[in-house]
Every structure is written in structure tokens, then in C-alpha cells.
């Protein structure tokens, strides 16, 4: 098996079969694997028939995601948000054997968009091309023998993405795709875009200052809340 797909869910019930739908006509090209972080609805019995394997691990983005690498039979792992939605043509894209790349993301387009938030999408992609820093909505794509000599992602409850790409990014710039998958503005909208800005900037500078990944997560979570 040449690609793994890990999707890491908690409570998706709403949209995790369009999530997986469009994968099914490539089932037997890669491998599904859905880890469930102990959703209380009914992710786990709607995603069942759609996936190859899934299993159950203690909730967290990173652990999750370990947790489905550990797993994995394909030589290529990509990490996949539900609420997100690959290119058509995605695997033809990943690097072929004897690629200088070993790991990369996609382009992102945010959808429902709007000019402000096509704007961000740009600046997003822009952003991960000039620092060889990858986000969790752009897809990660690692080759697993890299992943694996690296440790995996950090088990931190936020920026476990960023954290990586500053490792990955020793041993090789990423491919970044020009292709674009689509993910969900929903945070924008919800929070309010101007104010999602703010506080992902806050965060990331915090971050690189030495804050704990556990207090931003709990800054991330209790201002989502508040909107």
C-alpha cells in the first residue's frame, strides 16, 4: 500500500460521511484509517462501513494521529482533517519514488469563502511556502519512514503540526502543492474573522515564546466557546 490516510475525529457525526465519501472509489489505492478520540455521538458507527480501520486512542489531535501512524501499512502517510476535502487527482500529486521529497502539504482554499477570507487562504499557503511550516488544514504528507525516525508528532495539545514541520523541515524543504484541497472557514465564521486572526497570531507568537501547548490549547478552546 503506497498512502495511508489518517483522519483523527471527535464527535463528527454531522459531517463525517462527506467527509469520507469522496475516498470510497479509491479504496484498495490507499488505506482509511479513522481514529476516534472518544466521540459521544454517532461518528463511530456512521464511519464504520467507510473506513479500513478504526480504531480508538485517548482524544488529542497528535495522539490521535500517532496513534493511526502506528498502525498504518502505507509507505506515504497523509494527515487528514474532517472537515476537509482533498483535490481531485490527489495521489497522482504525492511524490513519486525517487523524489527528493519526502514530505509536503497542499494549497488551501476556505470554504464558504469570501474576498477577506481568500485573502487569508493566500496569505496561509504564502505564509508555509517562505518559513517551510505546514498546518494541519494543508493536508501534512510524510513519508512514514521519516515520520517514524523522527518520533512522530509531539505529544502537545497544540502546534503539534507546527512543532513538526520545524523538525521535518532539517531533512528537507516540503512539497508544497499548488493544488488546492478545501477546508471549512466554519472557525472563521463562528469566532468572526477578524478576531480568528488575532487569536492565532496570539497563539503562534506565544508558542514560539516558550508558552505551554496545553495553556494554549485551553485559551483556543475557552475563546471558541465564548463566540
Not at 80 to 105: E, K, M, Q, V, Y
Request: hydrophobic letters at 45%.
Amino acid at each position: 500500500m503506497r498512502l495511508s490516510i489518517i483522519v483523527p475525529v471527535r464527535n463528527e457525526a454531522t459531517g463525517i460521511v462527506a467527509a469520507l465519501t469522496p475516498l470510497q472509489p479509491l479504496r484498495g489505492e490507499l488505506e482509511i484509517i479513522l481514529v476516534d478520540g472518544g466521540s459521544t455521538d454517532e461518528t463511530v458507527a456512521l464511519a464504520t462501513p467507510l473506513v479500513d480501520q478504526l480504531i480508538q486512542s485517548a482524544s488529542g489531535r497528535a495522539t490521535q494521529m500517532n496513534a493511526g501512524a502506528a498502525v498504518a501499512s502505507g509507505e506515504w502517510l497523509l494527515f487528514l482533517h474532517a472537515d476537509t476535502r482533498l483535490p481531485d487527482g490527489f495521489i497522482s500529486l504525492l511524490p513519486a519514488p525517487g523524489s527528493p521529497h519526502r514530505w509536503g502539504r497542499f494549497d488551501v482554499a476556505l470554504s464558504p469563502s469570501s474576498p477577506l477570507l481568500a485573502v487569508i487562504a493566500w496569505m496561509m499557503n504564502w505564509r508555509s511556502r517562505l518559513t517551510a511550516v505546514c498546518t494541519g488544514d494543508q493536508a501534512i504528507f510524510v513519508e512514514r519512514s521519516l515520520f517514524e525516525q523522527l518520533g512522530g508528532y509531539a505529544p502537545i495539545a497544540l502546534m503539534e503540526d507546527i512543532e513538526l514541520s520545524k523538525r521535518l523541515r532539517h531533512h528537507d524543504k516540503p512539497l508544497c502543492l499548488s493544488e488546492r484541497l478545501t477546508t471549512s472557514s466554519r472557525r472563521w465564521q463562528q469566532y468572526g474573522t477578524l478576531r480568528t486572526i488575532a487569536l492565532m497570531w496570539q497563539l503562534r507568537l506565544r508558542y514560539w515564546l516558550g508558552a505551554d501547548p496545553g495553556d494554549l490549547a485551553r485559551r483556543y478552546s475557552g475563546r471558541r466557546e465564548q463566540a
